[in-house]
């Protein structure tokens, strides 16, 4: 194998593939990054076997072949690299890189040894905006478990054109909260569901935000088979295994009414449940949300027996009934901060689970179960 190709290409490579490659006691080879030269091309390949990236960088390939080397070795020297063209060789059991005058040589593994991708199972086939894409999966994401005792609540549900509507639903709960979020679609028809791990939608959220979408072409490609999600965007594509389980029936807790609404500036919001998070018992972050309908104002208070107690209060657009409700003040930061500069927080009562939603925006809805009194 030997090939020359330029820096900057090399390294965009790197930043896509190499941060899968972690520590890997029990199979060392899945912390190297496999480099596979043919023909005008050279593949990068990484996998921790339940994702797996591959992207393609243009080379002046000299003689092909495959090797593979510790991932994070070569990305950090290539990038100590002061030459633009940089050459490749393998010799013997190492490969040999020259930049410029600086010459080095990494120990590594043949690639006969990494193991064997699964090929883009074309089946179920959409396209979506990158951009809408990427932002409604970090929105949803963090309201998945982060404990996969239950593996399919450390997973987004991913709906294709079901019932409640003619697009992609993301959704995800850790049953404290519920996040969905309306994406849509450019492309595809086909009713399908599924589950994605957390760890690969924060992957896939990683790929779409590194990628330079050098064709402009601002178009995510996603196919579902039985078993396996694909994405394909620029230069890169992703498959990753799907979680096996049945999503639970959440739309069933989402109110379909509500007796109090209240309309208020986010950034306000989230500076006094920052206050009020000062006061609160560790362990429980209870945060009490006052909805003052009469004096128009929302209260936002805690109180903790060691370090003291906090009230403020805030100007809101109220309708309704007097009510009041009990929160964790984490879960509720988490959720403003997709709410944009207006948010709406509706309530039935101390018991029952509320709903924030962007004013401007009917695409999002976050759901928060209450903390028992």
Request: proline fraction near 3%; hydrophobic fraction near 40%.
């Amino acid at each position: 194998m030997k090939f020359t190709c330029t820096k900057e290409n090399l390294i965009h490579a790197l930043d896509l593939v190499s941060p899968l490659a972690g520590k890997h006691a029990h199979l060392p080879i899945l912390n190297n990054v496999l480099l596979q030269a043919d023909n005008s091309k050279v593949e990068f390949v990484s996998t921790n076997l339940e994702v797996a990236v591959k992207t393609t960088i243009r080379a002046k390939v000299d003689e092909v072949g495959s090797f593979t080397v510790p991932a994070k070795t070569l990305n950090d020297y290539v990038r100590l690299l002061n030459q633009e063209q940089v050459e490749m060789n393998l010799d013997n059991n190492e490969l040999a890189i020259t930049g410029g005058s600086s010459r080095t040589k990494i120990k590594g593994a043949s690639g006969e040894e990494y193991p064997v991708i699964p090929g883009v199972e074309e089946e179920n086939a959409y396209a979506v905006n990158v951009d809408v894409l990427r932002e409604g999966l970090a929105k949803t994401v963090l309201a998945a478990s982060k404990n996969e005792i239950r593996s399919e609540l450390a997973g987004v549900y991913f709906n294709f054109f079901s019932d409640r509507y003619s697009g992609l639903i993301l959704a995800a709960t850790d049953s404290y909260r519920l996040a969905e979020t309306r994406v849509a679609l450019t492309q595809g028809d086909k009713p399908v569901n599924c589950i994605v791990s957390a760890r690969v939608v924060y992957e896939i959220i990683r790929l779409l935000t590194v990628a330079k979408n050098i064709d402009a072409d601002k178009q995510v490609r996603l196919w579902v088979s039985a078993n396996q999600i694909a994405i394909r965007f620029d230069a890169f594509e992703m498959t990753a295994r799907l979680v096996q389980g049945k999503y639970p029936d959440y739309a069933q807790i989402i109110p379909a009414a509500f007796k109090t609404k209240a309309v208020f500036p986010v950034d306000v919001m989230a500076n006094k449940i920052k206050a009020a998070s000062i006061f609160t018992a560790i362990g429980i972050n209870a945060v009490s949300i006052d909805l003052n309908v009469s004096e128009h104002n929302v209260g936002v208070s805690s109180t903790n027996n060691q370090t003291g107690e906090h009230l403020s209060e805030m100007e809101a657009e109220l309708s309704g009934e007097e009510n009041s409700i009990l929160l964790n003040h984490r879960y509720v930061l988490d959720g403003l901060q997709n709410m944009g500069e207006t948010g709406i927080l509706q309530v039935n009562a101390p018991d029952a689970p509320c709903m924030f939603t962007p004013e401007s925006r009917s695409d999002y809805l976050y759901i928060v179960m209450p903390i028992r009194q």
